[in-house]
């Protein structure tokens, strides 16, 4: 039984940045396609990153794509997402996810299994 909980949001102004972390207290998690989630105030849970379980390769969606970097780091059993640039459309509660099995998709929030209890980002104009 993976359990995640994610860490490092905040309040920040336009154009700071901000890591966000997970860590599974179980270190179970290793070899889970893992993924950032996030739900803006008042909208539906939004895709923002995936990552394969060797780290080897991410996906992002249109919005993360070139501000965000996903990482993680197995031997610590961590999850990471690095926000650039941020902007006040990226308020938002990010959660992190695992997925028992890969199945070649990676971005609905039906394809995993193992949920955080987010962490909340507010930008400022």
């Known amino acids: 039984q993976v359990q995640l909980t994610e860490s490092g949001g905040g309040l920040v102004q336009a154009g700071d940045s901000l890591t966000l972390s997970c860590i599974d207290s179980?270190?179970?998690?290793?070899?889970?396609?893992m993924a950032w989630f996030r739900r803006p105030p008042g909208k539906a849970l939004e895709f923002v990153s995936a990552i394969s379980w060797s780290g080897a390769s991410a996906h992002y969606s249109p919005s993360a794509q070139g501000r965000f970097t996903v990482s993680r780091d197995n031997d610590r059993s961590t999850l990471s997402l690095q926000m650039n640039s941020l902007k006040p459309e990226d308020t938002a509660v990010y959660y992190c996810?695992?997925?028992?099995?890969?199945?070649?998709?990676?971005?609905?929030?039906?394809?995993?299994?193992?949920w955080g209890q987010g962490t909340q980002v507010i930008v400022s104009s």
């Open positions: 996810a695992a997925m028992k099995r890969w199945d070649g998709s990676y971005d609905s929030q039906s394809d995993y299994d193992y």
């Open positions: 179980t270190e179970t998690s290793r070899r889970h396609v």
